[in-house]
């Protein structure tokens, strides 16, 4: 059974500044993926990342994956308020199930 | 046009009553999940069908029972509802292939 382990599950940071959420799993995942959920919102699909090595970016983030060391790093460069949610990875399995990390909450302070 | 819609938005209702949440997806999906969220926002799938069929069905109480009358719909009735079904329930639906899903607004159900 696939765990998925996130750290740090709350982070305050100021903006300007970097920081790498971590995300590891137990067992091997088809995919890797990241979402972003605002508060008492849905969640929103960041990224999907195939295969190891796989770097991507969207504006301030960035997401990449080692399969062999079982770990996924979101990594936010130059935090602005707008990035304050709680992100989310979730490792796919068999019949497309997702197992979801528990959530690192971010706040980013002005 | 809302990809994947639920209703109602929020539920409040007294324990031991039968609710439905349900559930529409507009993107020609194949496949369509439930899931809980808890008060510490933890996401735990519950089940998922497949064009109709049922092919995930975690350990969830009895009570809880989806039904999928055609591929673009798929709803959770709840019988004897208690207190710790107080939840958001999120419905999602993802194309062939793929565990990339995409996520319904949520149904905030209070159980009082």
């Known amino acids: 059974e696939l765990k998925v382990e996130q750290n740090p599950l709350f982070l305050s940071m100021q903006e300007g500044k970097n920081y790498t959420i971590y995300c590891n799993y137990s067992?091997?995942?088809?995919?890797l993926y990241w979402y972003r959920q605002d508060p008492g919102k849905s969640l929103e699909s960041l990224f999907v990342?195939?295969?190891?090595?796989a770097v991507k970016q969207e504006g301030r983030l960035m997401a990449s994956l080692d399969t062999k060391a079982r770990l996924s790093t979101l990594h936010i460069t130059a935090a602005v308020h707008d990035l304050s949610a709680t992100y989310f990875c979730?490792?796919?399995?068999?019949?497309?199930?997702?197992?979801f990390g528990e959530g690192t909450q971010l706040t980013v302070n002005p | 046009d809302t990809a994947v819609s639920q209703t109602p938005k929020y539920l409040v209702t007294q324990m031991g009553n039968d609710k439905s949440i349900k559930c529409e997806q507009n993107?020609?999906?194949?496949?369509m999940y439930w899931y809980k969220q808890d008060s510490k926002k933890f996401l735990k799938i519950m089940f998922s069908?497949?064009?109709?069929?049922?092919?995930i069905n975690e350990t969830v109480p009895n009570r809880f029972s989806p039904k999928s009358p055609d591929k673009a719909h798929l709803n959770l009735h709840i019988n004897s509802l208690e207190l710790g079904d107080s939840a958001v329930y999120f419905c999602?639906?993802?194309?062939?292939?793929?565990?990339?899903?995409?996520f319904g607004a949520g149904t905030r159900l209070s159980v009082l």
């Open positions: 993107l020609g999906h194949d496949t």
């Open positions: 999602a639906s993802s194309p062939p292939g793929t565990g990339n899903q995409y």
């Open positions: 069908y497949n064009n109709k069929e049922l092919i």
């Open positions: 979730a490792g796919e399995t068999s019949g497309s199930r997702l197992t």
């Open positions: 990342l195939l295969s190891n090595g």
């Open positions: 067992t091997t995942s088809d995919r």
